[in-house]
């Protein structure tokens, strides 16, 4: 049997678990420094010393490395604002400068151009007691400090940042800022104040505190354009400077602090309490005793307003625009005007200049009495509302609460100041200028009828619509393209589709005639329908290249004057007309020298050709007409005499009345209407151009006549010339040289094409005359009229304009009867191939 194997006894030992032998910790060191910085303060086994003086050390090296960083930055910082802060070199040229003096074309003095604070008084004669007055309120520390009390701005920083703003200027901080205001500014900013402190520091260094006291007194500044304690003593006592009583001296030291706040005149209250305050810091530093100033204190201000008036001008518009443009010349070259004791010769003819003041005087008054016989006492109701808006008695209902209109309504039942402000309102107002076309020297320039009345200038700054003075552009344009002055235009009244499907269609004149009757009598007609063949862009073209610098608004109308325009350019546009097309810039400044002569610089230079000559001479012989029988003809019966052309213009509702007129030597112009164009002449018998600006014009020629040359514009080309361009490139020729040249460039911009690879040229289907051109004064000779019928024209909208049909270069179109000379007769290929000069 077999033997079963006995079964393997079971281990039944207990299983205990021990815990492995304990390792010291291991310190793994922290990345973070405020961690390792917390451990090695709260390290029990370092001693308390080694504990403290972490804890201490470390933060107080933090604090010196970031003052050290921060003062780092502040002085690189101020390092880059170095370039632009003033330096004591530009203090001795603030305080020891010479005017500027602006002359006319024979040299006589017309003005200067200084600091408003000229009335130097030296220190010597300032009276000690308003130096103590100073020194005890605005600079306590003034002859212990290098310019910058830090202390004190220290206390201004942490009293601002409490909310108590204060400010921590020294005397030579304010010194600096009055001085430069532009380059250091008046914001409270750190620039600001980095800037005034450099300055200051730079002032200390190289002036005495006697000196910087003197500046200090003589420049700050005191409301109604009083700067100095001698202006100021003048302004608001009536006295001088060295005779300043100590409350008197106390009450201008009272206004350093804020001078609108304080303004003796309009807050008297506020005034009284900043003075008493001034006399008590006195008394506390010893300049006078606590009894003296209580009896200071109880007296009154004592303020008497009387305004000092500002530097006088013989030619206030004139020189304003001198100033402007002198600035902009000096700027760059690192010239001070008000300061550089510089000679500036200008163009101005002073005796003109007188005569264009008395002209526009005298007429303007005359106007002045037909508005108010129109208007009577009153107004358009949107213009007063207006101009009662911009009072004071508005401005003081809405700071006391009131909304706008109840302010208005407040402003309105005051009868004096709606009557006050209705004669202001229709206040007629005039400008006129005068240009020698030669040059483009401004002869004369008169920008209001009284300058201390209205100080606005309507000759160069007003952009008013010119009406139809614009209206040589037209036809200037209508020449270049190859009309004719004796072309006849018929048809009715012209309409324009415009782009977005609308009709325009203006109105005014027929358009029987030839083009220089339309000119002449200034048919809106004809105008449209040449602006609209010529184009309008051609038109904003011509007249810029002519001189109109203003933006233009490139619209069918433009034509008509739509578009506003200053009446300077205007003139300096005609002048071009009458320089044979040449183009002179308008000229203020012919040079600006040094005290002792040495030129500086000289203003002139070379012109530009805007018009060839045959076109310039034609357009004014064009514009002759309208002086001789057309819309200007009240010229002649004014007086004047000569060769004489001009053109009238009058914009909508006559709220805008323009004559400008030209005869050998100079050109002329005038603006009459009004500064609020919502009010106007009432009817065209008293608000055309030729009732209202024309008398000007006409009262000045009539005034100045007997100084101009007794000799005759060049007359108009006899016949039309062909076009001949020279192989060489150099000009275009024709037979007479005189009457016409041109450079390839000028070909370029009249015609539309490089004479190198000339484009082909629409021109008019149009019969002239083969005999010598006659004279436009006598009745034209019959000519083929030019159709305008809807049936013979045809749209090109790549153009955007209408153009005869068939085109001229058509096989199919008529034979043309013209002169062989006559470039408004040829056709396209025959103009192609003579700009080649294979003709």
């Known amino acids: 049997m077999p033997t079963t194997p006995r079964p393997t006894p079971l281990d039944l030992r207990p299983t205990i678990a021990r815990p492995a032998p304990r390792r010291a910790p291991v310190a793994v060191p922290s990345r973070n420094p405020f961690t390792r910085y917390w451990r090695a303060v709260t390290d029990g086994e370092a001693s308390w010393g080694r504990r403290l003086s972490v804890a201490l050390g470390v933060p107080l090296a933090m604090a010196a490395g970031g003052v050290a960083l921060a003062g780092l930055a502040l002085a690189g910082y101020a390092w880059s604002l170095l370039p632009d802060t003033p330096d004591a070199y530009a203090l001795a040229r603030a305080t020891r400068s010479q005017p500027t003096v602006v002359v006319d074309v ?96 730079a002032i200390e260094r190289d002036h005495t505190k006697r000196e910087i006291l003197e500046a200090y007194l003589n420049t700050v500044p005191f409301l109604y354009n009083a700067h100095g304690v001698e202006m100021a003593a003048r302004t608001y006592f009536g006295t001088h400077a060295p005779d300043l009583t100590v409350p008197q001296a106390a009450v201008l030291v009272a206004m350093l602090k804020g001078p609108n706040q304080f303004n003796p005149v309009r807050h008297p209250e506020a005034a009284t309490v900043r003075r008493d305050l001034v006399l008590r810091l006195m008394a506390e530093q010893g300049a006078i005793s606590p009894a003296e100033a209580a009896a200071f204190q109880a007296e009154g201000l004592g303020v008497t307003l009387t305004p000092q008036p500002s530097t006088y001008s013989a030619a206030p518009h004139f020189t304003a625009a001198v100033r402007r443009e002198l600035e902009a010349w000096a700027q760059p070259r690192g010239y001070d005007i008000d300061r550089d004791g510089l000679v500036v010769r200008t163009t101005l003819d002073l005796t003109m200049q007188r005569q264009a003041e008395a002209a526009v005087a005298d007429r303007a008054a005359r106007l002045q009495r037909t508005a108010d016989g129109q208007w009577g006492r009153g107004v358009p109701r949107a213009a007063l509302d207006a101009a009662l808006r911009q009072t004071a008695t508005y401005a003081r209902a809405v700071d006391g609460g009131l909304d706008a209109d109840a302010a208005l309504a407040a402003a309105r039942d005051d009868a004096a100041l709606v009557d006050s402000v209705a004669r202001s309102v229709r206040r007629v107002e005039a400008a006129l200028v005068a240009v020698q076309p030669e040059t483009g020297a401004v002869r004369a320039y008169v920008g209001s009828r009284d300058f201390a009345v209205d100080e606005y200038d309507h000759a160069g700054v007003a952009l008013r619509q010119p009406g139809s003075t614009f209206k040589a552009f037209v036809f200037a344009g209508a020449l270049q393209r190859g009309y004719g002055p004796d072309d006849e235009i018929e048809g009715g009244a012209v309409e324009i589709e415009m782009s977005d499907g609308t009709v325009w269609a203006p109105s005014g004149g027929s358009s029987e005639g030839t083009l220089t009757d339309a000119l002449a009598f200034s048919k809106n007609n004809v105008t449209a329908r040449l602006t609209h063949e010529v184009g309008p862009h051609r038109v904003a073209l011509v007249a810029q290249r002519m001189g109109v610098t203003s933006d233009l608004d490139v619209v069918p109308s433009i034509g008509l004057g739509t578009s506003p325009v200053t009446l300077l350019e205007m003139v300096s546009a005609y002048a071009t007309i009458a320089n044979d097309g040449l183009r002179r810039r308008p000229r203020l400044i012919t040079r600006v020298e040094t005290a002792s002569g040495t030129v500086l610089d000289s203003f002139g230079g070379n012109g530009a050709q805007a018009l060839t000559r045959r076109d310039a001479r034609n357009l004014l012989d064009m514009l002759r007409a309208v002086v001789d029988r057309g819309t200007g003809r009240a010229l002649r019966e004014l007086g004047a005499t000569g060769d004489l052309a001009g053109k009238t213009g009058t914009s909508q509702d006559y709220a805008d009345g323009w004559f400008i007129a030209m005869r050998p030597g100079l050109a002329v112009g005038a603006w009459v209407g009004f500064n609020d164009q919502r009010v106007t002449f009432r009817s065209k018998a008293t608000g055309e151009g030729s009732r209202t600006a024309l008398p000007v014009v006409g009262d000045f020629l009539v005034r100045v006549q007997d100084r101009l040359p007794d000799v005759a514009f060049p007359p108009p080309p006899g016949r039309y010339q062909a076009l001949d361009f020279d192989p060489d490139g150099d000009s275009l020729l024709v037979d007479d040289p005189d009457v016409y040249d041109m450079t390839a460039e000028d070909y370029e911009w009249s015609y539309g094409e490089d004479p190198y690879e000339p484009a082909p040229i629409d021109v008019p289907d149009v019969e002239r005359p083969l005999e010598d051109r006659p004279d436009l004064r006598s009745p034209p000779p019959a000519t083929r009229r030019i159709g305008w019928s809807p049936d013979g024209r045809r749209s090109d909208p790549d153009r955007g304009r209408a153009e005869p049909a068939p085109s001229p270069s058509d096989p199919n179109a008529p034979t043309t009867t013209r002169n062989p000379n006559n470039r408004g007769g040829l056709t396209a290929d025959e103009i192609i191939e003579r700009a080649r000069g294979d003709g």
């Open 106 to 201: 024979r040299g006589e003095r017309l003005t200067q151009f200084e600091p408003a604070f000229r009335e130097w008084v030296p220190l010597d004669s300032i009276p000690v007691h308003l130096v103590h007055a100073l020194i005890a309120t605005e600079d306590r520390a003034f002859y212990r400090h290098s310019g910058v009390d830090v202390r004190r701005s220290a206390a201004a920083i942490w009293n601002t940042a409490r909310g108590d703003r204060q400010g921590g200027s020294t005397i030579t901080q304010q010194l600096a800022r009055n001085l430069f205001p532009d380059e250091i500014g008046t914001a409270g900013t750190v620039e600001r104040k980095t800037k005034e402190a450099l300055a200051a520091r």
